[in-house]
């Protein structure tokens, strides 16, 4: 917001409300857009705002399943979770919606949560709810549009799932809206009429440091540095977060002197801001909106409408002083000594000039504003940026070029919104400024019309639509991925204040991108606990930021789609819905994959994992729940066949065989794999048990990896040294069928032979093949039926659906076996994120002296780097030729047994 008010603006300083008047005077604060003067402030908890009532509190329903609904029976008010920043120019709304409940009677969670004492998440003292907070923008000229959409999808009426909340339609009379920005005064009579909600006027201000610090706090990759077209996500220490400058360039523009959550004071702002650059470009260049002055910008050339030092210094630089003869002396100098009119000059060239003009104005004035506070940090948010690479290469040209390279300019990825979150953040206890990184997922946004926080047309009510719409999606989905006119280099601004060279291909208007994901609330997840350093752990092993590396992968899961679109839709019948589901899923993930080439820090910082993850995410939107259903049932009856005669050829064998054949045994069952090509090509050839018996034949040590002496050493002892068997190992199993029934189960039953408490992990959602959480007790119960040792583990650890009548007599009857327990791991990909891990796998992880990590993608694609507090070993058949030549110098098919003592 501008310092000389708008008309806006005016309203906003004019007209208050007795409440605000009131904080002032309480609070001793002054109108924080009052001039460049500063004022503290703190942000304000309205009283106003109907709060939970959380007496008598119970959960409905089942208490055993996964985040169950919560009712509160004597919570009268609407709970509203929407929150607008209303601007002179956009309108930004953040909302939030309910996970879908997922109504499992799981008993096994019950038993694990009674073994290991799971606690919810950590130590929330009241009921947030598992959820997603969306992203989403409209033009303030299209209002009625945006009420339209809150009106269809409800959100002026509590959004947290009315079915659950309230037993009856609400009655808004009483429902306030959280909104902050001129708006919230200039229309709210509009929203009384409209959707019958009272507007309640946040401060502005208090909005957008509440919004930025719960952004840098809470999303990993939100700031980011952009210097000559390149992006780099930047690791914000928490601790060591405040003081910074907050740079939000709206219409105009304010800085603030960010000190901690609530304590800030506006110390300047300028005047000469995004309304600037909009209103004189409209005016000189007859432009229809703010987009297209931004696209004529990337086909300007300023040095026809600067005054440039060699201009004036004939065709020399300025060296005495340090100025090249490329530098800027004047923006729109050089009219004044040409005989031209504006209808003279390009639109494309008046552009350029305008937004070098501001952009290197803003930077200039925030840097020195961080000189005189002396602050390290600048963040730029506000939707001026709108994700515009030459915008922030200028901007922080700028910043470089003032302070000498002391300082550097970083921007935020959820810019634009930070007003609207902050609103959002002042509703009282839903717990929001609790959340921590590890309780946030960032997930694509796929509920189309929605992309980008850009609406499409009207909101979605069911699958249906939203199938329809992706078919339409080619059209829109070419538009939004349509690579943006490239310049070449010389003609975006050889002048300069030197040359911000942000490369051509980088500079595009974000005004159609699919950039701010959906963020997925997730109150349970935490942080394994056995990581050696959370702070440097990095999940992925491949970093996709490298084009060539994204160029494969992205190649790799597009050949596969056809394939997997037959598996998907046969998975569900091969009716008609799901042919047509098939189809939306695989435009929708074509889409996906088209946009971050174009773009490939679209959805933050992506490494493989996430990009597998995509993949899978994707199937779940178009309610493909488990497309590999059928082949993991005919793999597991495969496998359950032939492991008698397995576990009989291990028990005859000495100890030190025993534990190679098991560890080879794991190996070779890595094959079954349906994610990778080259593995799919060989079940068209063989039956299971014969590529099995192949697999296992090839085994030849040394492998790839080979640290088998040393586990052996371990596990067995080495001379006269013994150590005494591990505690507890946590076994993250991977693929269903051969893979943990002939490989990770025969291990299990060995680690529990030596007196080993062994926690199965695996999934909590199905991707690929891989074996899940709900799936393994009927495995192990089928397993158990030939063996003593795994039915009485099981039993003991509550596996078995028979012992499962008294949970409270199982838990205190003693039992001469180590127990065998099974725990979800939070993930749905074939890969996992260990920073984010279901809390029962963290309560698992308390006692545990042994991480045991199997597959592809849990063990190379991620963590392959990671180390841990207690021994770990990695095992994993490397099935893609490109892998194995990258990461252990070898070829397709070679292993990894990757042992790795605590240090
Ligand atoms: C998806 C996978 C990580 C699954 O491997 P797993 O974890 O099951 O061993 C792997 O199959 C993969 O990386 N596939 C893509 C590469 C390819 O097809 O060659
Ligand atoms: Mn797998």
Known sequence: MMSVPTETQQNHEFIETNDECKKKKEGGGEDTMGGVGGSSSSIHRSASRPQLDLSGAAIHGNFEEKDPVILLPNQSDDISHLALDIGGSLIKLVYFSRHEDRLVNNRRKQTVKDRLGVTNG???????????????KFETRKMNECLDFIHSKQLHCGGMDSRHWRSKIPNNE????????????????????????????????????????????????????????????VRIDHNDLFPYLLVNIGSGVSMIKVDGDG??????????????????????????????????????????????????YGG?????????????????????????????????????????MISYNIGQIAYLNALRFGLKRIFFGGFFIRGHAYTMDTISFAVHFWSKGNAQAMFLRHEGFLGALGAFMS????????????????????????????????????????????????????????????????????????????????LRSDASNLNVGVLHLEPTLEVFPLL?????????????????????????????????VDKAVASEGATDDAKRRGDAFARALSAHLARLIEEPAAYGKFGLANLLELREDCLREFHFSDAYRS????????????????????????????????????????????????????????????????????MQRPWGVDDFDALNARMLGSGTST????????????????????????????????????VLVANSLPALNDVTAMELPDIVAGAAKHCDILRGAAEAGGLLVDAMSSIDDRCNKSSSWVPLMVVENGCGGPCIDLRQVSSELAAAAKDADLVVLEGMGRSLHTNFNGRFRCDALKLAMVKNQRLAEKLIQGNIYDCVCRFEPAS
């Not at 950590?122 to 989403?136: A, E, N, Q």
């Not at 507890?728 to 030596?754: K, Q, T």
């Open 631 to 698: 082949i993991k049932q005919r793999e597991n009856e495969a496998s359950l066949a032939v492991l008698p005669d397995l576990l009989l050829e291990l028990d005859s064998m000495p100890e030190e065989r025993r534990l190679l054949t098991l560890i080879e045994g794991v190996l070779a069952a890595n094959i079954f794999d349906w994610g990778s090509r080259a593995c799919v090509d060989l079940y068209n050839k063989g039956t299971i048990i014969e590529i099995y018996r192949m697999s296992r034949n090839k």
């Open 316 to 356: 020399m630089d300025y060296s005495k002083i340090g100025l090249s003869a490329s530098t800027i002396a004047s923006s729109f100098g050089k009219t004044i000594s040409e005989n031209k009119e504006l209808e003279d000059y390009s639109p494309e060239d008046i552009s350029l000039s305008l937004l070098r």
């Open 174 to 233: 009483n429902a306030v809206i959280k909104a902050t920005g001129g708006g919230a005064y200039k229309f709210s009579d509009l929203f009384k009429e409209r959707l019958g909600v009272s507007i309640e006027k946040e401060d502005e201000m208090d909005c957008l440091v509440a919004g930025a610090n719960f952004l840098l706090k809470a999303i990993r990759h939100e700031a980011f540095t952009h210097m000559e077209g390149q992006k780099e996500f």
């Open 122 to 136: 950590g130590m929330r003292s009241y009921p947030i709810l598992g959820g997603r907070l969306h992203f989403v």
């Open 723 to 758: 150590s005494p068997p591990y505690k507890r190992a946590l076994l993250f199993v991977d693929n269903s069928g051969a893979d943990v029934i002939l490989g990770m189960l025969p291990l299990a039953r060995e680690l529990l032979r030596c007196g080993t408490e062994v």
């Open 532 to 564: 050696r350093d959370p702070k440097t752990y990095e999940p992925n092993t491949i970093d996709l930021s490298d084009p060539g590396e994204l160029e494969y992968w992205v190649k790799v899961l597009s050949d596969t789609l056809p394939d997997l």
């Open 427 to 506: 509703y009282e206890k839903h717990g929001l400024d609790d959340l921590k990184v590890h309780h946030l997922v960032e997930r694509f946004p796929m509920g189309a019309p929605y992309v980008g926080g850009n609406i499409h047309g009207p909101p979605l009510g069911d699958l249906n639509e939203k199938i329809s719409w992706m078919e339409k999606f080619i059209l829109k989905g070419t538009e939004i991925t349509a690579p943006v006119p490239m310049d070449s280099p010389g003609t975006t601004g050889l002048g300069g204040f030197e040359v911000p060279s942000s490369k051509g291909d980088s």
């Open 263 to 312: 304590q800030f004071e506006r110390v300047s702002g300028t005047n000469v801001g995004g309304g600037t650059y909009w209103g004189l470009g409209r005016l000189l260049t007859k432009c229809k909106s703010f987009d297209e002055l931004l696209e004529l910008s990337q086909r300007g050339d300023n040095r026809t409408i600067d005054m440039l030092v060699g201009d004036i």
